[in-house]
């Protein structure tokens, strides 16, 4: 008896922090581009990224370079938020310290970078996505290459992906429709899909050859054969703009999407029907979203000038998590 009650003493609080712990590793990061709150002349808000572990804080904690029209940003996920990159109008930021520090890595010639996206496998390697198309670095970010070979004349390109089954297989979605390489983005070459301004991509998290796109005029389109084929969605879909599609990565079924004007909308089905979901959303632009991969009921948004909201049943309600008046470009979470 004396054996158990002292076990029982000391267990309760170990599992108490180790709860508590495991809660807290979540990181959010969002980046913004702009603040409808900008006044000439007075003291106004940062810009650029923002972070917040939504199991501790309250609060945003700003990082980085101040007053940065910051398009994308990214983790080594390895690095346990070490390693960061922020795409930017100026060019890609990234620090290897955790935010204490910040380098510009690119030269003037390489502007407007709208996404960035580290080879997981691979910390030298790093793609970025530019107004000009796709440039790459294989030694840290010290030095640039286009990647431009295959893409339309004028490649406007809003983001790239790695095949997670295969790291010289990555996707784009260019003004031009959604583009393939086979050999690490020396070459590229149009899918199937024969629909220009696309802005997302996403692949399944366990199906490398699904994946959605959503577009600027025409929708949200699916592939289950790798990009040769396409099918448009449509069951329960009534607008035609989307600039995020986000899979919850522990239950893939269960998928989100958003753009100009639609608010939220859910699919429980692997993208075969899906069903708006935005009560609570003050202003409905969304330009990202994401899924906490610790938490699958939770959810962020980052809209077009209201800020953040956050769902905790799975996109059924929505409050405002905060940045007010802010255009959040992108939001990811990264468990630590």
Sequence with gaps: MMYSFRFAVFAIPFIFLFQTELFAQSTVYASVVSTKLFVVGAANANTGLYYQRPGVDTAWTHSGASRIRAFGVATKMSAKGEIMYISSGNGLHKTTDGGTTWRITTGWEITEVLGVTPDQRNGDIVYIATAYGIYKTTDGCFTWKEMN?????????????????????LFC??????????????????TGLHVANARVIVQHPTDPSTLFAGMENDGIYVTHNGGAWWKKCEAGIDHTTFYAIAFDPTHPDTMYAGGYVSGVYRSIDGGSSWNRQGTGIEYQNIHSIAVDPTDGNRVFVGTIFSGIFRSDDAGEHWASAGLPGAQVYRVIIQPY
């Design 173 to 190: 979605a260019t003004e031009d429709g959604i583009y393939i390489s086979d050999d690490a983005a020396r070459t590229w070459k149009r």
């Design 149 to 169: 070979s295959g893409l339309p004349t004028l490649p406007f390109t809003s983001c790239v992906i790695i095949d997670h089954s295969d790291p010289n297989k």
